[in-house]
């Protein structure tokens, strides 16, 4: 099955600055790879996904890279702002004949100060 | 809204007892998962249904089951509940794409 590791779990920055973490998997089959954010309280949000026929989106003030061959992908964030404060998910797709799921990483709690 | 709805939003249960979580999926949507968040814990993979059928399942106790109906909506069933199944259930539902949707969740406590 799936293996994602995601790092680091903790992430403190200053306000404006940039965030970046990241995720490798081990399925080579993997071809989606979505990012959700999860506020306290909330359930996990889709903010950015990208396909294995790309290597990099953006949409605003965050990014994500795919890297096929090293199995790596990551999310940036620039100019961060506190209400970027949250704990966010990287994922990847396993298959099993005709199912697939998600396996997510164990998540980074990124903390913007001001 | 992100369109799924799951039911109780909380519930506090005494170990031993029966629960049943409700999810109703965004409209159009065929799949339903659920997972398990335990305190500072990643999501962990429980069971999919697609239009009704299983379709994969995780780590899921004997103790827990689930089933999805013609209407779509899905039910996951824990008993003999345990102190150690104190945490968030989501569930959440995708239409063919393989971007998911989630509910905000069902806390439960066991005590």
């Known amino acids: 099955g799936e293996n994602v590791e995601q790092h680091p779990s903790t992430l403190s920055v200053q306000e404006g600055d940039s965030a970046v973490i990241k995720c490798t998997y081990s399925?080579?089959?993997?071809?989606?790879f979505p990012w959700y954010k999860q506020e306290l309280g909330k359930g996990p949000q889709l903010i950015i996904d990208i396909r294995s026929n790309v290597g990099e989106k953006k949409d605003q003030r965050i990014a994500v890279t795919l890297n096929k061959t090293a199995k790596h992908f990551s999310l940036h964030i620039t100019e961060t702002q506190p209400e970027d404060s949250a704990v966010y998910f990287c994922a990847a797709p396993s298959y099993t004949g005709t199912a697939s799921k998600l396996t997510f990483g164990t998540g980074t709690r990124l903390q913007v100060t001001l | 809204d992100s369109g799924v709805t799951q039911t109780p939003k909380h519930l506090i249960t005494a170990t031993g007892q029966r629960v049943t979580l409700r999810c109703s999926p965004r409209s159009g949507d065929l799949s339903v998962y659920w997972y398990q968040q335990s305190l500072d814990q990643g999501l962990q993979f429980l069971i999919q249904y697609y239009n009704g059928e299983e379709r994969a399942k995780g780590n899921i106790l004997e103790r827990f089951s689930a089933q999805q109906f013609p209407d779509l909506h899905s039910e996951l069933n824990l008993s003999s509940l345990e102190l150690g199944d104190s945490a968030l259930y989501f569930c959440?539902?995708?239409?063919?794409?393989?971007?998911?949707?989630f509910g905000s969740g069902t806390r439960l406590t066991v005590v």
């Open positions: 959440a539902s995708s239409g063919g794409g393989q971007g998911y949707t």
């Open positions: 399925d080579s089959a993997s071809n989606y």
